[in-house]
């Protein structure tokens, strides 16, 4: 199943192949456009800027908690996790309980109020251990963080011939976003 936000209807909708529409949640009420979603069975969570809220199935804001800086990227950590990767000049990225949006590790420095980019310069996904990985700015390295405690458990260094691969031409774009081949 996916969930994915409708500007038009200021809806969630989510939807299964095979099944359709499973469900749609109004979240005009949250005050807010969402830039970034995580969902489970019991919980959803939308983002915007340093905000995040988690609401109830009517659309009701539950918790609004503040973040260190603009969220970047965003993932569902099984079973209880969402990590977050920010919009900032070195990597940070937090592991956030998914009952109650509290903190429960993090990775990197954590950025000074203003200390931000516009541009997203790290991302993040889960990988089938459970475990994330962390790609920056212009290189073609991953760093593995352990999922349940965020310590870094090593890199993937990618060559091309045996050699180190170009880095990346961003120029004032943002590092693309990522996928794991599962």
Not at 4 to 14: E, G, V
Not at 76 to 82: D, H, Q, R, T, V
Not at 150 to 158: E, H, I, M
Request: contains cysteine.
């Amino acid at each position: 199943a996916a969930t994915c936000y409708d500007p038009a209807t200021r809806m969630l909708i989510t939807w299964m192949q095979d099944a359709g529409v499973l469900g749609a949640i109004d979240v005009s009420k949250a005050g807010m456009v969402p830039e970034r979603l995580v969902v489970d069975d019991d919980r959803i969570w939308i983002m915007a800027g340093t905000v995040m809220k988690q609401l109830n199935k009517a659309g009701q804001v539950q918790r609004t908690i503040t973040l260190p800086a603009e969220v970047a990227d965003v993932d569902f950590l099984p079973p209880n996790g969402i990590a977050i990767s920010y919009r900032t000049p070195a990597p940070f990225i937090e592991r956030r309980d998914i009952k109650t949006g509290s903190e429960v590790w993090t990775y990197g420095k954590k950025p000074r109020k203003g200390e931000s980019t516009s541009r997203v310069l790290h991302r993040i996904l889960r990988n089938d251990e459970m475990n994330l990985v962390l790609v920056s700015h212009d290189e073609m390295v991953a760093t593995i963080l352990d999922g349940k405690k965020g310590d870094s458990l090593g890199q993937a260094v990618f060559t091309v011939g045996d050699a180190a691969p170009p880095k990346l031409t961003l120029g004032d774009k943002d590092r693309g976003a990522i996928t794991w081949w599962w």
